[in-house]
């Protein structure tokens, strides 16, 4: 199996605990606090403004920044073997040959197979679009991405 895919697989699956995890927690907050007011108007209001989104919670942005560096230290493996081999053998542009595979993708298999770099953003954001939708609606409404930059151009 394709690492990225390998690492995707894992990814959608510790975002979704994670996410499960922090809506439970905000419905036994919801619960605890349900008697304190008058209505569910009033209850779901007070929700809004006292807890952020679950997007910024606190497990679900480890768990983002964890995969999103996990891709970028991925695609610095690749492009390492990549580097040795045009070394040796002189082999072909390692960004053309990811071009033309995304281009003939026709299915997850196929977008997989063969890839050697994937845009950090689109692994953690667009690829959860397909089979992942409703965490894909949750870390769309990031209102930043929670990913730095250190002194050596490197994702922290």
């Known amino acids: 199996m394709n690492p990225y895919r390998e690492l ?3 990814y959608a699956a510790e975002l979704g605990q994670a996410v ?3 809506e439970g927690r905000r419905e036994r ?3 605890r606090n349900r008697a304190e007011f008058t209505s569910e108007e009033e209850l779901e209001k007070w929700m809004a403004e006292a807890w952020q989104p679950v997007a910024v919670a606190g497990r679900v942005i ?3 920044r964890k ?3 996990a891709c970028d230290k991925l695609n610095a493996q690749f492009e390492a073997m990549d580097i040795e081999e045009e070394l040796e053998e002189g082999s072909e542009d390692a960004a053309m040959v990811q071009e033309e595979a995304q281009l003939t993708a026709r299915d997850e298999d196929e977008f997989f197979n063969g ?3 994937a845009n950090p953003k689109d692994f953690t954001v667009d690829w959860l679009a397909e089979e992942h939708d409703g965490l894909y609606r949750i870390v769309s409404k990031l209102p930043y991405f929670p990913i730095g930059i250190d002194e ?4 922290c």
């Open 115 to 117: 890839m050697t770099h």
């Open 20 to 22: 499960a995890d922090e």
């Open 67 to 69: 995969y999103w560096i």
């Open 152 to 155: 050596h151009g490197q994702y």
């Open 62 to 64: 480890a768990v983002f």
């Open 29 to 31: 907050i919801r619960e």
């Open 8 to 10: 995707f697989e894992a």
